[in-house]
C-alpha cells in the first residue's frame, strides 16, 4: 500500500506532448476552455497544484484542456499516475466535482478585501440582486461589447474570466448601471413575473437601450395601455415590447424596430 501511494503521489514534469494519449470515452476538449486555461496560467501557473492525472499507459484520465493551453504556450506539463481511477472513473469524478461559481469567487476575492470586488457586493446590496452573473452584466452593460478580448475572442467571455481571475474592474462611474435597476424595477411591474432580475427581462433591456432612439419612458407610458402577455426569452419579451411601443402609432417612421438579442 505504501509503493502505492507513493507512485500516486510522486509528479513528474515533461515537455514532451506527444507522450500523452486522449481517451475516446473522455470528454471532448472546448477551445472556450482552453482559450479561458490560457488566460488563468498566464495569470499565474499553477499546474503544479493541480497535475494532469494519467493512467499506466499515460492516457489521461484529467486534465486534457490544461494539457493543450500548457502545449499551446509552450509550458512543462505536470503530471502523476493513478493507479485506482480507470476509464470507467471518468464521468463520475466529472460528476462529482463542483466548478466555482461566481458567487464563489465574489466571496474569496471580497475576503481578501479587493476593492472592485467589494464595490459589486454593495451594489447587489443596493439593488437587491442575488445573482453575481446578473449584476455584473448589468454593471458592464456597456462596456463589456467594446472590450476586445485575444484570449477567445469573445467579450462577454474576457469579461467573465476577468473576474474569475481577480482582475475584474468596477467602472469608476455606475450611474448607468444605477439608472438600469430603476428602468428594469419600472419595467417589470408590466410583465407576469414581476421579477426587475429576470434574465430575459435583462437581456431584452440590455440588447433594446443600444438603440439611441429607443426611450424607456415612451415604452412604458405605451405599457399602461398595452399588457404583455407570457414571454418565454428575451426575443419574445422584444416582440411585445416593440408591439407596445408602436402601439397607435401610424406613420411608420415614427416606429421603432428594436434589435434582437444574439
Known amino acids: 500500500m505504501e509503493n502505492k501511494m507513493k507512485v ?3 509528479l513528474h514534469q ?3 506532448y506527444g507522450m500523452f494519449k486522449y481517451i475516446p470515452q473522455n470528454r471532448k476538449t472546448v477551445s472556450g476552455h482552453v482559450a479561458n486555461l490560457i488566460h488563468s496560467i ?3 501557473n499553477l499546474n503544479q497544484d493541480f497535475p494532469i492525472i494519467v493512467n499506466e499507459k499515460m492516457e489521461i484520465l484529467d486534465g486534457q484542456n490544461r494539457l493543450q493551453a500548457l ?3 509552450g509550458l512543462p506539463v505536470w503530471y502523476k499516475f493513478s493507479e ?3 476509464v470507467l472513473d471518468i ?4 460528476t462529482v466535482s463542483k466548478k466555482w461559481s461566481n458567487e464563489d469567487f465574489l466571496h474569496q476575492y471580497t475576503s ?3 476593492e472592485d470586488y467589494l464595490k459589486v457586493k454593495d451594489f447587489m446590496d443596493w439593488a437587491g440582486i442575488k445573482s453575481v452573473n446578473v449584476a455584473v452584466k448589468i454593471v458592464r452593460n456597456r462596456k463589456y461589447t467594446k472590450l476586445n478580448s485575444t484570449e477567445n475572442g469573445s467579450a462577454l467571455g474576457w469579461l467573465n474570466n476577468s473576474f474569475k481571475t481577480g482582475n475584474f474592474k468596477y467602472p469608476q462611474d455606475d450611474t448607468l448601471a444605477k439608472k438600469t435597476i430603476l428602468d428594469l424595477k419600472r419595467l417589470s411591474q408590466f410583465t407576469n413575473k414581476k421579477d426587475p432580475y429576470d434574465r430575459s427581462l435583462v437581456v431584452a433591456y440590455d440588447t433594446i437601450t443600444r438603440d439611441s432612439s429607443f426611450d424607456v419612458d415612451r415604452l412604458i407610458s405605451k405599457l399602461q395601455g398595452y399588457p404583455l402577455g407570457v ?3 428575451a426575443n419574445s419579451l422584444i416582440d411585445q415590447f416593440e408591439k407596445a411601443y408602436n402601439y397607435n402609432v401610424k406613420d411608420d417612421k415614427n416606429k421603432i424596430f428594436l434589435k434582437r438579442a444574439a
Open 71 to 73: 502545449q499551446q504556450l
Open 91 to 94: 464521468s463520475l469524478v466529472n
Open 231 to 233: 414571454y418565454n426569452d
Open 14 to 16: 515533461t515537455k514532451d
Open 84 to 86: 485506482d481511477m480507470s
Open 112 to 114: 481578501q478585501g479587493k
Open 8 to 10: 500516486e503521489q510522486t
Open 42 to 44: 498566464k495569470t499565474k
